[in-house]
């Protein structure tokens, strides 16, 4: 038979703190071999506080970079592959575009378990929707559906940072959808780590008229830098291109190959440096 908690303690009309001395002083109420398996509750002054501190201790450290953005052509779609924890890198070849249906894309930040499991279950909503209404959802709609699934769970402990771009009946669309469950619309957004490398890049390169090439260039570029300067996003620049027609991946380059093609030379480079006491 499994063991079952019991929680009788906290129904007393206690509050909290009372209610876990009660149950930290019982010997009854804890745990016994075949029988019933209950825990006392922590012995601090506020049990909130301590939970939302000892959540923090467990959160694991992670970083990437991420960037959507909507011009003439359509929407560009553009991230690294890289996954860590803390200082370790634990992947090269994460595949952080989730490719909801064949006009929805969703990027993952944050913790991939996270991105990858509700992005999923986004898709599974918005197959339903389909089947059930006999049309495909907007975009406006499935980021709808990710942001209330967001919300209700809040406080919980997810770390996401998303975006849902895709192309409906409406043209394009690109929402920013977190786990707070904010949910922004927006013509170009960047996040992650490196997101703020890659805004530099991408604000200063970006125009409403740039052809498909010019645009494709751009997104890889941004994404390239931000891996130069994070130490947490690198491994490949994956980049998606979103029409009326649905998505394409344009390409997957590894940024260590993408390095020598912008900069075939050390000297080419920007961070380059040079004896101060030598005349140049």
């Given at each position: ?45 506020d049990?909130?506080?301590?939970e ?7 959160k694991?450290?992670h ?62 909503q ?32 997810l ?24 949910r ?38 941004a ?5 130069f ?38 000297e ?13």
């Amino acid at each position: 038979m499994m063991g079952a908690l019991d929680f009788s303690c906290l129904e007393s009309g206690l509050d909290r703190r009372s209610a876990a001395f009660q149950c930290a002083a019982d010997p009854t109420l804890r745990a016994s071999p075949g029988g019933m398996a209950s825990f006392p509750l922590p012995e601090v002054d506020d049990v909130d506080s301590f939970e939302r501190e000892v959540m923090e201790m467990v959160k694991p450290a992670h970083g990437t970079t991420t960037l959507s953005f909507i011009f003439k052509e359509g929407i560009i779609v553009a991230v690294d592959s890289r996954a860590s924890m803390g200082s370790y890198i634990s992947s090269q070849t994460v595949k952080k575009v989730i490719e909801i249906n064949p006009f929805l894309l969703g990027t993952m930040a944050g913790g991939a378990a996270d991105c990858q499991f509700w992005q999923r279950n986004l898709g599974r909503q918005c197959r339903l929707f389909e089947l059930k209404n006999g049309k495909r959802i907007t975009v406006r709609g499935a980021s709808k559906l990710l942001a209330n699934t967001m919300y209700s769970y809040k406080g919980m402990g997810l770390s996401m940072g998303t975006m849902v771009a895709g192309w409906d009946l409406n043209g394009p669309g690109l929402y920013y959808v977190d786990s707070d469950g904010q949910r922004t619309k927006g013509q170009r957004f960047s996040v992650g780590s490196g997101s703020l490398y890659a805004y530099g890049v991408l604000d200063e390169g970006y125009k409403w008229d740039l052809t498909v090439d010019e645009a494709v260039e751009l997104g890889r570029r941004a994404i390239y830098h931000a891996t130069f300067r994070d130490a947490v996003s690198g491994g490949t620049v994956s980049v998606y291109h979103v029409t009326k027609d649905g998505w394409t991946k344009v390409s997957g380059t590894d940024v260590g190959e993408l390095h020598f093609d912008y900069y075939p030379t050390p000297e080419s480079h920007p961070t380059h440096g040079f004896d101060p006491l030598v005349a140049h």
